[in-house]
């Protein structure tokens, strides 16, 4: 069974870079719902992982630290690893 790869801040921020097409550093550090969207529908395409959050864990998610914990938690969840 292979270890997982878990997203980490770096492709979080990257991912959140494609919405509007931005560089890397100019990622704020507080996630709006259109970013957190965004950034759910990515992952999901990334990982192959479909996120099913409630709407308390969709706004418990206010940051990019928040968003790299919860879609951590997901891959762990799933137990998949990416090639």
């Keep these: 069974m292979s270890t997982p790869v878990l997203p980490d801040r770096a492709e979080v ?9 931005r560089a890397a550093d100019s990622v704020p550090e507080a996630l709006g719902s259109l970013e957190l969207t965004w950034l759910t529908v990515e992952f999901e395409q990334r ?6 959050l409630s709407d308390e864990q969709f706004e ?24």
Excluded: H, K, P, W
Excluded at 13 to 21: N, S, T
């Design 47 to 52: 990982y192959g992982i479909e996120l099913d």
């Design 13 to 21: 921020v990257e991912m959140l870079a494609a919405f509007g097409q």
């Design 60 to 83: 418990a998610v206010r940051t990019v630290d928040d968003a790299v914990a919860v879609l951590r938690g997901a891959v762990l969840a799933a137990g998949v690893a990416r090639s």
